[in-house]
């Protein structure tokens, strides 16, 4: 089988980021629904991954869970392999369900302040699927210590809904659930 093309962009970080909150009406469910049925890389296709992905991480940002959850199916798997987080232990690598996984990145969140979640590239295979780079910056409520790191989500869509969630650590990893976990349809 042909791998799928993928196609990438830089994505801008916005200044006011925190101030996005999604508006899930029916005009924009509808546009939604034909930019995900675009090929990747389609010019309406971009927008709107690019906006939705905006929207999410600022919503994660500012600890918005009724925003947040709007965009994941309530059965949502979240799967995480990035052995940095993996080794700190406080998260397990799979989690069922919408509230069990806010649950565990709550967890998280409330360890650093003034976190900024930017996403900086998306990567499109086309279908229901596509991913993101982001850069995780704040300081340790507690110690104080600056950190920056990067990280990869890949999500996997049913129904306009995120049914699956991968947080990885490296760009191959992120291209290689894109490339082998292939679309139903």
């Not at 924009?28 to 930019?35: G, I, K, R, S, V």
């Not at 910056?137 to 999500?155: C, D, F, K, T």
């Amino acid at each position: 089988m042909k791998s799928p093309e993928i196609v990438r962009w830089p994505v801008e970080p916005l200044p006011d980021a925190e101030s996005l909150h999604p508006g899930p009406d029916d005009a924009a469910l509808a546009m939604a629904a034909t930019a995900i049925a675009m090929p990747a890389g389609a010019p309406l296709r971009r927008v709107v991954l690019t906006r939705a992905v905006q929207i999410g991480l600022a919503a994660v940002g500012r600890r918005d869970y009724e925003a947040w959850r709007r965009v994941y199916a309530p059965n949502a798997e979240f799967y995480l392999t990035a052995r940095d987080w993996l080794a700190l232990g406080l998260l397990p690598e799979l989690t069922h369900g919408c509230e069990n996984g806010w649950r565990n990145q709550a967890g998280i969140l409330d360890a650093i302040a003034e976190l900024r979640i930017e996403p900086r590239e998306l990567i499109d295979p086309g279908h229901s699927r596509f991913a993101t780079r982001v850069l995780i910056s704040g300081r340790g409520r507690e110690s104080g210590l600056a950190m920056h790191m990067e990280h990869w989500y890949v999500w996997f869509l049913e129904n306009l809904l995120i049914a699956r969630e991968y947080g990885v650590a490296t760009e191959e990893e992120a291209v290689g659930l894109l490339r082998t976990d292939q679309p139903s349809s």
